[in-house]
Nanobody, 115 residues
Framework: QVQLVESGGGLVQAGGSLRLSCAAS????????MAWHRQAPGKQRELVAS???????NYAESVKGRFTISRDNAKNIMYLQMNSLKPEDTAEYYCYAKYIWSEYWGQGTQVTVSS
């Protein structure tokens, strides 16, 4: 069992930056993939960015060039650097980890971008 705890959310003005962290209670080295998802009020949860064990990355079109996902296997932490934030980035952001036999979600951290 792995617990994921997100942090770093908050209120920021449009154009600002935030860095989200996802701390895992166990090793993430063996995670096949990790990702950040987000869910805005009244909308479905959507994939924001993902990173594989080989550190290949994938981004939603809406965040390409603005967000950067990374992972530190030694510290068991995944990050999401968010720059040039827009009001439409406002959402609850969730950390996700996929292992061979299981997958885990964090509880979420709120990001609010004011115009």
């Amino acid at each position: 069992q792995v617990q994921l705890v997100e942090s770093g959310g908050g209120l920021v003005q449009a154009g600002g930056s935030l860095r989200l962290s996802c701390a895992a209670s166990g090793s993430i080295r063996s995670a096949n993939a990790m990702a950040w998802h987000r869910q805005a009020p009244g909308k479905q949860r959507e994939l924001v960015a993902s990173i594989t064990s080989g550190v290949g990355t994938n981004y939603a079109e809406s965040v390409k060039g603005r967000f950067t996902i990374s992972r530190d296997n030694a510290k068991n932490i995944m990050y999401l650097q968010m720059n040039s934030l827009k009001p439409e980035d406002t959402a609850e952001y969730y950390c996700y980890a996929k292992y061979i036999w299981s997958e885990y979600w964090g509880q979420g951290t709120q990001v609010t971008v004011s115009s």
